[in-house]
């Protein structure tokens, strides 16, 4: 399955932010890790992943990915509300970063 998305995006705190900008990696946090992948959203999922999962954080930062430069690993799957998510199972790198929202 994919999606007609040419981007997809990834919600970070702060602090895991700016570990993958120093390591250039990012091979999850602790809810990727026991899921099996990284979780990753469409443009129009950001929000409701920022509700579900980063309400009680005050300073995050959304990451826009080339869905090309994923798409070796790059998974589009049912989950929340019987949507299509897309989940990347591999490491992310940071030069893949297309844009820092």
């Not at 929000?47 to 579900?52: A, H, L, Q």
């Not at 090309?68 to 019987?82: F, P, Q, V, Y």
Request: glycine residues 2%.
């Amino acid at each position: 399955m994919s999606l007609d998305c040419k981007f997809v995006y990834r919600v970070f705190k702060r602090r895991e932010f700016c570990q993958f900008k120093k390591k250039e990696v990012f091979t999850g946090n602790f809810l990727d890790k026991q899921s099996g992948f990284i979780h990753l959203s469409t443009k129009n999922q950001i929000s409701e992943t920022v509700k579900k999962y980063f309400f009680d954080e005050k300073d995050i930062v959304v990451v826009k990915f080339k869905v090309t430069d994923l798409r070796h690993k790059l998974k589009w799957e049912k989950s929340r509300n019987k949507e299509f998510f897309p989940h990347f199972y591999g490491t992310l790198l940071y030069d893949w970063a297309s844009e820092i929202i």
